[in-house]
């Protein structure tokens, strides 16, 4: 099984990236194969809404050439899509979100282009967040389903934890183990 992971946390080394750890490596160890991105360190710029790769048929086509046509490449070829975010202000990062307004370029629906290259594949989000997940997390989530339904992708459900005392609260026992039953519930779901 082959799995995209955008991490679209600013901070290297945060929340985010310490509930990703046993996510993570339950995932290897379950055999997936993983490209994994932080999205900080590298360079997507904003979507120009030009409709440029709306006209290029048999690839992903966006005119702007930055790191998105390397993460293109890998949704592509990836079965699931892991969404990381902290949640901020009931949505997720700038990093990621510029990711996700990319994705226009992966399904042409606008102009003289036909195809889907998302077609069938499934999306999930592994989250931090203040507040309780369904006031912090639902209008993300609810975006997200809704990113499926146009470009015809499987959602398969997110898994968060709450920050109530910062690095610790992703380090508890149930933290770690919820990531890894999350990332086996993912790999059972390709079966």
Same mark, same amino acid.
């Given at each position: 099984?082959?799995?995209?992971?955008?991490?679209?946390?600013?901070?290297?080394?945060?929340?985010?990236?310490?509930?990703?750890?046993?996510?993570?490596?339950?995932?290897?160890?379950?055999?997936?194969?993983?490209?994994?991105?932080?999205?900080?360190?590298?360079?997507?710029?904003?979507?120009?809404?030009?409709?440029?790769?709306?006209?290029?048929?048999?690839?992903?086509?966006?005119?702007?050439?930055?790191?998105?046509?390397?993460?293109?490449?890998?949704?592509?070829?990836?079965?699931?899509?892991?969404?990381?975010?902290?949640?901020?202000?009931? !949505?997720?990062?700038?990093?990621?979100? *510029?990711? /996700?307004?990319?994705?226009?370029?992966? $399904?042409? =629906?606008?102009?003289?282009?036909?195809?889907? !290259?998302?077609?069938?594949?499934?999306? *999930?989000? /592994?989250?931090?967040?203040?507040?309780? $997940?369904? =006031?912090?997390?639902?209008?993300?989530?609810?975006?997200?389903?809704?990113?499926?339904?146009?470009?015809?992708?499987?959602?398969?459900?997110?898994?968060?934890?709450?920050?109530?005392?910062?690095?610790?609260?992703?380090?508890?026992?149930?933290?770690?183990?919820?990531?890894?039953?999350?990332?086996?519930?993912?790999?059972?779901?390709?079966?």
């Amino acid at each position: 099984m082959q799995i995209c992971i955008l991490n679209g946390s600013p901070r290297v080394h945060g929340n985010t990236a310490e509930l990703a750890k046993p996510f993570l490596e339950e995932l290897t160890s379950g055999g997936a194969t993983l490209s994994n991105y932080t999205l900080v360190n590298m360079n997507v710029a904003s979507c120009k809404g030009c409709y440029h790769c709306q006209d290029v048929a048999n690839e992903y086509g966006c005119y702007q050439q930055d790191d998105m046509h390397a993460i293109a490449k890998s949704i592509i070829e990836s079965d699931l899509i892991v969404l990381v975010t902290p949640i901020y202000t009931w !949505f997720c990062t700038t990093e990621l979100k *510029a990711v /996700l307004d990319r994705f226009y370029g992966l $399904a042409k =629906y606008y102009r003289s282009a036909e195809g889907n !290259f998302v077609e069938g594949k499934r999306i *999930a989000i /592994l989250a931090t967040h203040g507040y309780d $997940a369904a =006031y912090a997390a639902d209008p993300f989530v609810i975006g997200i389903q809704r990113m499926c339904e146009h470009y015809h992708m499987r959602y398969d459900g997110m898994y968060s934890v709450r920050d109530v005392d910062n690095l610790a609260s992703f380090q508890t026992k149930p933290a770690i183990n919820g990531a890894k039953e999350f990332a086996r519930y993912l790999l059972s779901k390709n079966a």
